[in-house]
């Protein structure tokens, strides 16, 4: 039993921590924009993503002869872990869901067209999975690939497809075998995002930024963009998810909101009396402090779990997720009662306790509990897999 | 970072979970409750002869000299067997108190009847209408020559039908004090009386007992600073308790929930059930590697001060919370005796308000983060 990270993980963690100190850039680490600072969609972040690509730091878990280091997945969790402390962009798709999955099932051409390109930072996804009616289900997406001569033609529409509108591929998963069954008649596409007959439609949130519809009016894709094996799209689909566990949902910036609202308690004061000696305050705080212990330790579960490369740790990963967002969006919760009507004050004015530190974040982790399988979707893996529970739901 | 335990550790595990499987089964946990004693003979004979009493106690006072993770591996299978023994109070508590503040003479006579099981000794710590924090000791120790004279009631004195000593806090012009008393002394009076879980508790009054200075523990008016030390500790196994009794109340109630119809359904099927079970098994076995931190962090000589408090506050609202819905889920049996979940539902309430108790855990936490 050990709680610390090795000397080489420790030495990792501290290198990344000293070059994000020195590479601080205001403008690209934006702590206000609180999830979606994770995206790479400025030209500064393109940027600042090309000296992450310069460290050697996209696709460490790669092989070898894919330009990866073949290190554990555990460096990309502290990488990860690091940029998201520090409000920077991420590793984000390219390297996870798309290099891998191309690694494992791509064609070479694919492959030579693709890895080179993600190392370096060059190219943006967007990911095209949900549809209208393909949420939580998503293997019930209706997206349709016709065959023709060449290639398939696509016709429909997609949902939630974040970075479309800055993107240079989509990457699409389309019914081509509607005869099939529905978890083996989908296939996954690569297509430019300025294809023509794409036809982006940007869909504001409450989070901030926006997300987008995509609709498809035949949008030809020539036989060889479509990734892998026909029919088994929604198989790639879930792989790619699970190997994704250690990039997925990061506890930063929960303990990075816990440290400013620790910080408000301590400096502010509520009718002359200091926040932090209120007791129903001093309550919060110490559950709040628990549960992300608590989540730690769920993260230190998943990780340990997935060493040494054995199968990926699903359940563990679920359970994280379940707590972890839940928490999330009750620190945010807690610290606006905690100060009060001038919570009420929207985000980035100076009237706004902490600029509105919160009250943004209140609105932008509300998607937590849903995006990415949501809880009750995490909750039935729990329920089903681990626990042995009968499938009826 | 890993949470592999070594061939040792997984030994003592598993040799308790068989061992506390023979010696403690549910009928033998039955029969236990509300008796004065409390502890099966034969129970505590294996447990002694195990070398478990002595587990945190150095060779060198004849004990098993083993750390702190693999006392949580041993208490998180007490807990999965309700095991009713003074181990706690005597082998956690008492010889901590000894090894921590004694004289070289008090440990020499003390430690190596702790671990051999010979000797139980047992804390008297709370008073009436008093609360869990040093201001809660107020029991007076008059200095009278060179003894002290004791006067006031303790409360929450478990198993002290069978102690041999007492271990009890009290207030001298010095400030707190820990004195082994002999609760067959003239002037002690010990009532038992019946306790949620059915754990003997005694209410412990004192009638101008007299004590002789040299039977203080510890230097005079230290006896706070040695008990929150100890307590620390303490509360990291009784966290790994919780966490054992959570995860078996949880376990039998999958089980159940699997073989139980309704509407031509297991009840495992209805998923206002099923999330309950997905909820409270991520409580637990998250629970479960915050105490292993807890415990690692104390063996490793680094500061538990938070991790102590936290990992008892998790683990007892888990178990409290885990065993509330499992008893929804059992449904009207969960209500009579017959049945075992309600024995979990008792213990789990009784260790989430003994030994610091909620408030005082999420003050300790909110002290070491705000102050
Ligand atoms: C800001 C944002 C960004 C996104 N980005 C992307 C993206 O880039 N690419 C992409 O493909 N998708 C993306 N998504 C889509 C996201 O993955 C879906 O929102 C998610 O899968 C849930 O689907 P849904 O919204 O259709 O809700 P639904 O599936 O309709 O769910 C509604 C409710 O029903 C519950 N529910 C559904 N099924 C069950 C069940 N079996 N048991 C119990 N309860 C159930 C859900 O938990 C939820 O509470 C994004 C979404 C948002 C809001």
Redesign the interface.
């Known amino acids: 039993?050990?709680?610390?990270?090795?000397p080489e993980?420790q030495t990792f963690a501290d290198e990344v921590e000293a070059w994000l100190v020195e590479n601080h850039d205001p403008v690209v680490m934006d702590h206000h924009r609180e999830n979606f600072s994770q995206l790479s969609d400025t030209p500064e972040r393109r940027a600042f993503m090309k000296k992450l690509a310069a460290k050697g730091w996209l696709g460490m878990s790669w092989p070898k002869e894919y330009g990866g280091q073949e290190i554990e997945g555990?460096y990309e969790f502290i990488l990860t872990e690091a940029l998201a402390r520090h409000a920077a962009p991420q590793i984000g798709k390219g390297v996870g869901i798309i290099g891998k999955t191309l690694i494992r099932h791509g064609s070479d051409k694919l492959k030579q067209e693709f890895l080179p390109k993600i190392l370096s930072a060059e190219v943006e996804f967007a990911v095209g999975y949900s549809e209208p009616q393909a949420g939580s289900d998503a293997a019930n997406m209706q997206l349709k690939a016709d065959k023709v001569e060449g290639g398939w033609n696509l016709n429909g529409q997609k949902m939630w497809t974040t970075s479309a509108h800055f993107a240079e591929w989509y990457w699409v998963g389309a019914r081509t075998d509607p005869d099939k069954s529905k978890h083996n008649g989908i296939s996954l596409f690569l297509i430019p995002m300025d294809h023509p007959g794409l036809e982006v439609q940007s869909l504001p949130t409450i989070g901030k930024d926006t997300t987008n519809q995509v609709f498809f009016e035949d949008v030809f894709v020539p036989d060889d963009y479509l990734v892998g094996v026909r029919g088994r799209g929604f198989q790639y689909i879930a792989e790619a998810l699970d190997l994704e566990r250690f990039t997925m949902f990061t506890l930063s910036p929960i303990t990075n909101r816990t440290q400013v609202l620790?910080d408000y308690?301590?400096t502010s004061k509520r009718d002359g009396k200091p926040v932090?000696e209120n007791p129903d305050t001093?309550?919060l705080?110490?559950?709040i402090?628990?549960?992300t212990?608590?989540?730690k330790?769920?993260s230190?579960?998943f990780?340990?779990a997935a060493?040494g490369g054995g199968k990926p740790p699903t359940i563990?990963s679920s359970?994280y997720k379940?707590?972890t967002t839940s928490l999330s969006q009750r620190v945010c919760d807690e610290a606006l009662d905690i100060s009060g009507a001038a919570g009420t004050i929207r985000e980035g004015q100076e009237l706004a306790p902490l600029l509105g530190r919160f009250e943004g974040a209140y609105r932008a982790t509300m998607n937590e509990t849903v995006g990415g399988g949501s809880s009750?979707i995490?909750?039935?893996i729990?329920?089903?897999r681990?626990?042995?529970?009968?499938?009826?739901? | 970072m890993d949470l592999d335990l070594s061939e040792e550790q997984e030994a003592i595990r598993d040799m308790t979970h068989s061992l506390l499987e023979e010696y403690s089964s549910v009928e033998a946990v039955r029969i236990a409750e509300d008796d004065p004693k409390g502890v099966p003979e034969a129970l505590w004979k294996q447990l002694s002869e195990g070398g478990l009493v002595g587990v945190l106690i150095p060779e060198e006072f004849g004990g098993g000299g083993l750390g702190m993770v693999e006392a949580a591996l041993i208490y998180e299978e007490i807990g999965r067997a309700m095991a009713p023994t003074p181990h706690f109070v005597s082998g956690v508590m008492s010889a901590s108190v000894m090894l921590e503040a004694g004289s070289e003479a008090q440990k020499l006579a003390w430690l190596p009847k702790i671990a051999s099981g010979e000797a139980v000794l047992t804390p008297a710590w709370i008073e009436p209408e008093r609360g869990y924090g040093e201001v809660g000791v107020q029991l007076e120790a008059k200095r009278e020559g060179d003894d002290f004279v004791l006067s006031g009631t303790k409360l929450s004195v478990n198993y002290a039908g069978v102690a041999e000593r007492l271990l009890v806090l009290a207030r001298s012009e010095d400030g707190v004090e820990i004195l082994l008393v002999d609760p067959h002394a003239e002037g002690v009076r010990l009532t038992h009386y019946l306790s949620q879980s059915g754990e003997p508790h005694y209410k412990v009054d004192f009638d101008g007992v007299r004590v002789p200075t040299s039977d203080r523990v510890g230097e005079a008016g230290n006896g706070w600073a040695t008990w929150d030390t100890v307590m620390h500790r303490g509360i990291v196994l009784l966290a790994a308790q919780a966490i054992g009794g959570a995860a078996r109340c949880l376990e039998e109630t999958v089980e159940y929930a699997k073989v139980r119809v309704q509407f031509d359904k297991p009840l495992g099927a209805f998923q206002a059930l099923a999330h309950y079970m997905a909820d409270a098994s991520t409580h637990i076995d998250g629970g479960r590697v915050l105490v292993h931190e807890a415990a690692w962090n104390a063996a490793e000589g680094r500061s538990i001060a938070r991790f102590a408090p936290m990992a008892k506050l998790f683990a007892c609202n888990t178990y409290q919370q885990t065993t509330k819905v499992c008893a929804q889920i059992w449904g009207g049996v969960a209500f009579t005796i017959e049945y075992d979940v309600q024995m979990f539902f008792r213990r789990a309430k009784e260790l989430q308000l003994s030994w610091w108790d909620t408030p005082y855990l999420e003050e300790l936490i909110a002290a070491d983060v705000l102050d």
């Open positions: 039993m050990n709680f610390d990270f090795t993980e555990v620790v308690a301590k932090r001093r309550r705080i110490a559950n402090v628990t549960d212990a608590v989540s330790a769920l230190t579960r990780l340990c060493r563990p359970q379940l707590f009750e995490q909750k039935n729990i329920a089903r681990h626990l042995g529970l009968p499938k009826n739901f």
